[in-house]
């Protein structure tokens, strides 16, 4: 069914449950039909909705709906500015028919532990709009990922809008991944924030994704970086990244390739930090 109104969604996530399933750009649950690992009795058409795809400025941050598509913010000059992180990982998501057609919302939805624009979300502390019949709540990001495809999404709640918030002055951001092929998911990634003060970094916030079952954020090695010169930091920064990740193995390389990986990324990372302009 095609929806034009975000109550009749509700009204029929309330009637029918698991057996009916959201359709937004389709890139995760058409495979999964295909594959079928799904099997739903009624597919919910999204993309009629008025006013879920916008990207505003919002109190000097960015609002940007859930209908948003990958190649929509990646053009955004508004994006660009507001949320440079974002503008960073863009290109790295899959290839341009995916990113023609994928959405900001369906992205954190479907909460897959090797996807960037989750790590993204928490990285640059958002908030997540969720909306139901019972009314709209807001979840921040870090709460928001509960677990392999997991969220705090309610059966019947959908993700409506995402908010960022405005950059401090200062702020600077970098993302990394390294893939078997370009387009390819990613065996690890890295999206960093932090702010830049007289050369000193401050509050630096390291989130890794491709190494656990959700985007894990790497406290004791941003706490190493905390209060030092960035690049005199980065030896003790990866020494700490071994208290934070412990990655399972997969298909693509086992767990200590993968920390060995998640290590190079992160001095990689800090040298585009200390590379880049405020």
Partial sequence: ??????????????????EAKILAGGQ????????RLLEPRLLIDINSLPGLGAVAERDGGLRI??????AELG????????????????PHIAHPAIRNRGTFGGSLAQADPAAELPACAVALDALI??????????????????????????PDEIVTAIDIPKPARGTRTAFLELARRRGDYAMVGLAI???IEDGVVRAPRLVFFGVGEKPVEARAAAGALDGGVLRDRIAAAQEALGEDLDPPGDLQADGATKLH?????LARGVDALAGSTA
């Fill in 75 to 90: 053009r955004s000059q508004l994006v660009a500015r507001l949320a440079p992180l974002i503008h960073q990982a863009i």
């Fill in 1 to 18: 069914m095609r929806a034009r109104a975000l109550d009749e969604v509700f009204g029929v996530l309330a009637a029918e449950g698991d």
């Fill in 261 to 265: 990986l998640a290590r190079v990324l």
């Fill in 193 to 195: 924030t932090a702010r």
């Fill in 129 to 154: 709009h969720v909306a139901s019949a019972r009314g709209e709540r807001r979840v921040a990001a870090r709460a928001f990922f509960k677990g392999l495809y997991e969220t705090a999404l309610a």
């Fill in 28 to 35: 995760s649950l058409v495979p999964a039909l295909n594959m």
């Fill in 65 to 70: 709906g859930a209908l948003a598509r990958y």
